[in-house]
């Protein structure tokens, strides 16, 4: 069973940056497409980031695009977020998810679609 852990939030000031990791565990990320997920007090879960089992290309919400940058390396088991230039409006916990339908697998902007999620980590953006 792949488990998933996140690692890196804390407290910045607005325009200061973080980088998240996302380890795997159990299964390698072979397969797997990734998303990066967040969810602010109060609201819903929404996407930041995903990509597909293949290849190196990410999708980003508008939101977060041009600021925040994610990664991954197949070898280590791990998702990386960088996070710059952050806002308030990006606090929230962020979570890392995986899916798999295979040995293609599409990224998905549906929460309900990722069968793997990690715990979350907090990212506070304050003054």
């Known amino acids: 069973q792949l488990q998933l852990v996140e690692s890196g939030g804390g407290l910045v000031q607005p325009g200061g940056s973080l980088r998240l990791s996302c380890v795997a565990s159990?299964?390698?990320?072979?397969?797997?497409?990734i998303g990066w997920f967040r969810q602010a007090p109060g609201k819903e879960r929404d996407r930041v980031s995903c990509v597909h089992s293949i290849g190196d290309w990410w999708d980003y919400a508008d939101s977060v695009k041009g600021r925040f940058t994610s990664s991954r390396d197949n070898a280590k088991k791990t998702v990386y977020l960088q996070m710059n230039a952050l806002k308030p409006e990006d606090t929230g916990i962020y979570y890392c998810?995986?899916?798999?339908?295979?040995?293609?697998?599409?990224?998905?902007?549906?929460?309900?679609?990722?069968?793997?999620w990690g715990q979350g980590t907090q990212v506070t953006v304050s003054s």
């Open positions: 998810a995986a899916r798999t339908m295979g040995v293609f697998t599409l990224c998905s902007t549906r929460p309900t679609d990722f069968s793997s």
């Open positions: 159990g299964l390698s990320l072979d397969g797997y497409a």
